[in-house]
């Protein structure tokens, strides 16, 4: 893949180390950028041009490449390994670039915004010892007075105090919406991936290589049920029937799903015809097991499809099918 288009898939990744190793390699390339355009500012005493610029264009040629790079199969260790990396380049800038204390002071606080956007709460109190080296390092090799080095007294406070609230307030945000994510693609009476979820899982089976099956379960007499003791003891049917599936499924590989009303389907990746006319009549007949609130017994007709290279809705209207013609032979999966 080539380097632009994996900027443009990483730009787009939701997943929380993608995020932070894009937001990085971003403000190395902004903080490049703005080194160069530091050159041209009037400058204090001390100041290098030729080692800035070195600096400079290190940050804007590793930007790009950090926001290239697979995050998400890369251990957070190694992520967090940018941050001695950053503070160096920092360093070797604050003892290039002369005595501006607020060029000393201001790509410090980019690193623990970094810190506080994208990476865990405490990451900013971890890296704390760094900072105290970054920071002094400089200032000792240049005969700081004192008073300038007192000065990291109140900067670290406000660096720790950023990068915390920050961490807490993303935290909180990545919360809400995970909490929204499973309300949009979750059945709330069962817990079970809703009709999209579902669909969007096994689109995505399909399209890849290798056999997938689906089965699909109608609940048979499931209106009288609810008509003779009302909605909640037909909710407590739909609770029960949800419960049997999950414990048929294969833990981390097969789905189970409510659709609509007591309609039900679970899929079977890698799994052929056979074996899921097997897995529908493990299901059936643990159904069957149930009983509602005055001990009916719960009945369920289930339909089997499995292929290679089908598309999803045709996959999932051909299991359909065949739940309707179970329903002509009671406790049979067609």
Same mark, same amino acid.
């Given at each position: 893949?080539?380097?632009?288009?994996?900027?443009?898939?990483?730009?787009?990744?939701?997943?929380?180390?993608?995020?932070?190793?894009?937001?990085?390699?971003?403000?190395?390339?902004?903080?490049?950028? *703005?080194?160069?355009?530091?050159?041209?500012?009037?400058?204090?005493?001390?100041?290098?041009?030729?080692?800035?610029?070195?600096?400079?264009?290190?940050? @804007?040629?590793? $930007?790009?490449?950090?926001?290239?790079?697979? =995050?998400?199969?890369?251990?957070?260790?190694?992520?967090?390994?940018?941050?001695?990396?950053?503070?160096?380049?920092?360093?070797?800038?604050?003892?290039?670039?002369?005595?501006?204390?607020?060029? *000393?002071?201001?790509?410090?606080?980019?690193?623990?915004? =970094?810190?506080?956007?994208?990476?865990?709460?405490?990451?900013?109190?971890?890296?704390?010892?760094?900072? @105290?080296?970054?920071?002094?390092?400089?200032?000792?090799?240049?005969?700081?007075?004192?008073?300038?080095?007192?000065?990291?007294? *109140?900067?670290?406070?406000?660096?720790?105090?950023?990068?915390?609230? !920050?961490? =807490?307030?993303?935290?909180?945000?990545?919360? !809400?919406?995970?909490?929204?994510? &499973?309300?949009?693609?979750?059945?709330?009476?069962?817990?079970?991936?809703?009709?999209?979820?579902?669909? %969007?899982?096994?689109?995505?089976?399909?399209?890849?290589?290798?056999?997938? %099956?689906?089965?699909?379960?109608?609940?048979?007499?499931?209106?009288?049920?609810?008509?003779? !003791?009302?909605?909640?003891?037909?909710?407590?049917?739909?609770?029960?029937?949800?419960?049997?599936?999950? +414990?048929?499924?294969?833990?981390?590989?097969?789905?189970? %799903?409510?659709?609509?009303?007591?309609?039900?389907?679970?899929?079977?990746?890698?799994?052929?015809?056979?074996?899921?006319?097997?897995?529908?009549?493990?299901?059936?007949? &643990?159904?069957? +097991?149930?009983?509602?609130?005055?001990?009916?017994?719960?009945? %369920?007709?289930?339909?089997?499809?499995?292929?290679? $290279?089908?598309?999803?809705?045709?996959?999932?209207?051909?299991?359909?099918?065949?739940? *309707?013609?179970?329903?002509?032979?009671? +406790?049979?999966?067609?």
């Amino acid at each position: 893949m080539s380097l632009l288009r994996r900027l443009r898939a990483n730009a787009r990744d939701p997943h929380p180390a993608t995020v932070s190793g894009f937001t990085v390699g971003v403000m190395f390339c902004l903080c490049g950028l *703005y080194t160069f355009f530091t050159i041209l500012l009037p400058t204090p005493p001390g100041f290098h041009v030729g080692a800035v610029s070195l600096i400079g264009l290190s940050a @804007v040629l590793g $930007g790009p490449v950090l926001m290239a790079l697979p =995050w998400a199969r890369i251990p957070t260790a190694a992520r967090l390994m940018i941050a001695p990396v950053a503070m160096t380049l920092i360093a070797l800038h604050n003892v290039a670039a002369g005595s501006d204390a607020f060029r *000393y002071g201001m790509f410090f606080f980019l690193v623990f915004v =970094w810190f506080g956007l994208g990476e865990p709460r405490g990451t900013s109190l971890r890296m704390s010892p760094l900072l @105290v080296i970054a920071y002094l390092t400089p200032l000792i090799m240049r005969h700081a007075s004192a008073s300038d080095l007192a000065s990291l007294s *109140y900067t670290l406070p406000l660096y720790l105090t950023v990068g915390e609230l !920050l961490a =807490w307030r993303t935290d909180r945000l990545r919360q !809400l919406q995970e909490r929204l994510r &499973r309300l949009a693609e979750h059945d709330s009476l069962t817990g079970l991936p809703n009709r999209a979820a579902f669909m %969007a899982a096994l689109q995505d089976r399909c399209a890849a290589p290798g056999p997938v %099956a689906v089965l699909f379960f109608d609940l048979d007499g499931f209106k009288q049920i609810n008509d003779r !003791l009302g909605h909640a003891a037909g909710d407590d049917v739909l609770v029960q029937v949800a419960g049997a599936l999950r +414990e048929i499924a294969r833990p981390g590989l097969d789905l189970p %799903a409510r659709l609509a009303g007591d309609e039900f389907v679970m899929l079977l990746p890698e799994t052929s015809a056979t074996e899921a006319q097997a897995t529908a009549g493990r299901a059936v007949r &643990r159904l069957g +097991e149930l009983r509602a609130a005055d001990g009916t017994p719960v009945r %369920a007709s289930a339909g089997v499809a499995a292929g290679q $290279g089908i598309a999803a809705d045709q996959l999932l209207a051909r299991a359909d099918t065949a739940m *309707y013609a179970a329903k002509h032979r009671p +406790e049979t999966a067609a």
